[in-house]
């Protein structure tokens, strides 16, 4: 299989589900290098179960195959894995308070090539923070050091669950300017990341995956997904175009 077309990140026949209720049925979906996909839909409807399967974790239920690079996830041992993929969980636990860039420097794989660390810490707004323990960050703060973390794991595809959740608005702008150089730097690499925030995923997504909470999906590229019908769907409510995005109406 040729490697410029090989999938990074495969579903195949993928069902996940919660107890007896049913969170996604028959995804058959491709993450391919130089793309930036964003997943929404209502809360609980299976966004962060879906980002565990890519990674290749435990989830609750779950059928179906998801490869990663054309081999099925199984199949690869766990340092080839954590050197394909990077996982970031919505919040990150901390048992020690490590200085923000022990951690890092902890985290660096650079399988690669990339730039220093430095750089990291710069373009996340994070260089001040450096010497500062884990402990005493931020809801914010903490999100962006996550984000970094999973950065300098050196691996193409990165798996951010939420990574704006706690960012208040210049930060947003921030994470999602960042993502997009992150992708441009090196060929072959792609962003997956979950958000409720529908202006901000017209400014960070190429592509958009909808889960619509009773086993059905939508996917398609960010322009064709963000239109008042595929929302009102995702959503149920109405919409409105607001200055080239979309409000709840």
């Known amino acids: 299989m040729d490697a410029s077309t090989t999938p990074l990140a495969e579903a195949r026949g993928l069902e996940l589900w ?11 979906w491709q993450v ?35 490869r990663w690079r054309g081999r099925p996830q199984a199949h690869w041992p766990a340092a080839e894995a954590a050197a394909l ?3 970031m969980p919505q919040q990150p636990v901390d048992r020690f ?17 990339d730039a220093p660390l430095d750089a990291d810490l710069a373009a996340l707004d994070i260089a001040d923070l ?32 939420e990574p704006i959740a706690f960012q208040d608005p210049a930060h947003q702008g921030l994470v999602a300017r960042w993502g997009a150089d992150w992708v441009a730097r090196r060929p072959g690499r792609a962003l997956v990341m979950s958000s409720h ?16 909470g009773d086993g059905r999906w939508r996917a398609g590229t960010a322009q064709q997904m963000l239109q008042a019908e595929p929302l009102r769907e995702i959503f149920g409510c109405d919409w409105l175009a607001a200055g080239g995005s979309w409000l709840p109406a």
């Open 130 to 161: 450096a010497d500062r323990p884990l402990t005493r960050l931020s809801g914010g703060e903490r999100q962006r050091v996550a984000i970094a973390q999973a950065a300098v794991q050196g691996a193409p595809l990165l798996l951010l669950d």
């Open 32 to 66: 391919h290098g130089g793309e930036r996909w964003c997943l929404i839909g209502r809360n609980a409807v299976g966004k962060s179960s879906l980002l565990r399967a890519l990674a290749g974790l435990p989830v609750a239920g779950r059928a179906g195959e998801v």
């Open 97 to 113: 308070a490590l200085p923000v860039r022990r951690l890092l420097e902890l985290s660096v794989v650079r399988a690669d090539g």
């Open 18 to 28: 919660a107890g007896t209720h049913r969170l996604v049925v028959g995804l058959d």
């Open 197 to 212: 925030d529908m202006h901000w995923v017209a400014r960070a997504a190429t592509h958009v995956l909808a889960l619509l």
């Open 85 to 87: 993929r990077a996982w």
